[in-house]
């Protein structure tokens, strides 16, 4: 026997709000690995950006507002140097778990559950890094700052437009993984299976698409 449609998105619903609750507030240990691998990884991906470029994430202690990373920034040819403070969980963490929310809320089979969870877990750690690479670059282009980069006021306006809605508005961690989510879970037969109170990707949705598609 099916559900219908509306308890299906009610469950759904509900059993996402709970995950993400439930990942939200990790325990201290899984904040703390999250927080060090956040380091590494940026070390790693940004720590030399150009001939005179350098970068350094470091950890920081008791920062204000929750912030857990200090992220060193040197222009080596003039001997310019700043500092930003970020907070690890909420640039990478808080979308990270909202989408495995998503994801495994979803009414679909594990098998298309953990094709979505592998594809949404790329993208969006690749959303993180370009938040990460945004309030950087910002930084390096701002001659009251770091000033590595020399561009025009227009491309350092649009540059820091662009930072302040993707890394800094709070409305980017949640638009963002709810995008990705419904790009790399839904195919376009799966509303009917919805409607239909079926399980995306399970046999009996796809023989009823199958079907559907030859009557057309």
Known sequence: MHKRPSKLVFLFLVQCVVLYALFVSPIPGVANAYRSGFR???NALFYRPGAA??????K????AEGKDTR??????????KGALEIRSLYYGYRPM????ALVLA????????????AWGLFWINAFVAL???????????????IGLYDISNFWRSLLHGVMLVISRAPEAAYFVPLTVWGLVTFRRDDWSAIKEGRKIGSPAAVASDASRSKKS
């Open 53 to 58: 470029g350098l970068v350094q994430f470091e």
């Open 60 to 63: 920081l202690d008791r920062g």
């Open 97 to 100: 778990v909202f989408l495995v």
């Open 106 to 117: 979803t009414p679909a089979t594990w098998s298309r559950r953990g094709r979505a969870l």
């Open 40 to 42: 590494a990884v940026g």
């Open 131 to 145: 938040r990460v690479w945004l309030r950087v670059m910002d930084a390096f282009c701002d001659p009251r700052m």
């Open 71 to 80: 992220v060193m920034l040197e222009n080596r040819r003039d001997r310019q």
